[in-house]
């Protein structure tokens, strides 16, 4: 069983910035692609930023140039530097990873349960 725990989440003022952490736990498993995803009010969840495990990233045309995505392959934990931020960027931020457990080729992925990041004007 692998859980997710993430934090970082908070209210800021348009323009500050954020750091959200999701720390990935569980036994014989072997993280693979990490990821943060977000739902607005009255929005579907969307892809922001994932890293694979050789560090190569990819970002959400919304959030290039404002966040950071990076992670701690030896804490199996990834993290989200937010800045510039707007308040379009409210939302509840989700942490998802995939992994494969030791001795198996069957990928699975897990969800976080969720951080509420608010962005006031």
């Known amino acids: 069983q692998v859980q997710l725990v993430e934090s970082g989440g908070g209210l800021v003022q348009a323009g500050g910035s954020l750091r959200l952490s999701c720390a990935a736990s569980g036994s014989r498993i072997s993280i693979n692609t990490m990821g943060w995803y977000r739902q607005g009010p009255g929005k579907q969840r969307e892809l922001v930023a994932t890293?694979?495990?050789?560090?190569?990233?990819d970002y959400s045309d919304s959030v290039k140039g404002r966040f950071t995505i990076s992670r701690d392959n030896a804490k199996n934990t990834v993290y989200l530097q937010m800045s510039s931020l707007k308040p379009e960027d409210t939302a509840i931020y989700y942490c998802k990873v995939y992994y494969i457990r030791y001795f198996s080729s069957v990928e699975y992925d897990v969800w976080g349960q969720g951080t509420q990041v608010t962005v006031s004007s």
């Open positions: 890293i694979n495990k050789s560090g190569s990233t």
